[in-house]
């Protein structure tokens, strides 16, 4: 039996292509400028995930079920609702920096923001600084 491909993998597809082809212009300005965040504060080049995540590093994964892969480490993706940061560390392990945020709201392990302004950018920053070390320290 052929192993299932994760829709969410590594491409080739270009990063300024997908952000470029963001429709709304907020949304579009707001991934440029994390795509810069993000570039500073890993200084990893940052590589499509699927067809709608802009993605930096990457790490091997395993399940007790055998099943496996690999994920990126950090990224974000411009979303018709939200400016979406996955925190591969878990978002919530964090409340001291997200209640000095601003608007936002939170999933499992996602940070969604409607628009960068909404938010301190400096506390941003340091979550995703936070989060790409405990990877880094995780996973190399």
Same mark, same amino acid.
């Given at each position: 039996?052929? =192993? ?10 270009? !990063? ?6 963001v429709?709304?212009?907020? *949304? ?16 990893? =080049? $940052?590589?499509?995930w699927?067809?709608?995540? !802009? /993605?930096?590093?990457? #790490?091997?994964?395993? #399940?007790?079920s055998? *099943? ?9 993706? $411009? *979303? =018709? ?13 964090? $409340? ?8 936002? =709201? ?33 996973? /190399?």
């Open positions: 039996m052929a =192993k299932a491909k994760l829709k969410t993998s590594e491409n080739n597809a270009s !990063v300024k292509d997908f952000l470029n082809s429709e709304d212009i907020q *949304r579009k300005q707001d991934a440029k400028a994390a795509l810069q965040i993000m570039k500073n504060i890993t200084g990893v =080049k $940052p590589k499509m699927g067809g709608t995540i !802009v /993605g930096f590093g990457k #790490y091997h994964y395993k #399940y007790d055998g *099943r496996e892969g690999e994920m990126l480490k950090t990224g974000f993706s $411009p *979303r =018709k609702n939200a400016l979406t940061f996955y925190v591969s560390s878990g978002i919530n392990k964090r $409340p001291e920096l997200l209640e000095r945020l601003g608007k936002y =709201k939170t999933g499992k392990s996602c940070l969604y923001i409607k628009k960068l302004e909404d938010i301190d950018l400096e506390i941003l920053q340091e979550i995703i600084k936070a989060d790409w070390e405990y990877m880094n320290e995780r996973y /190399g």
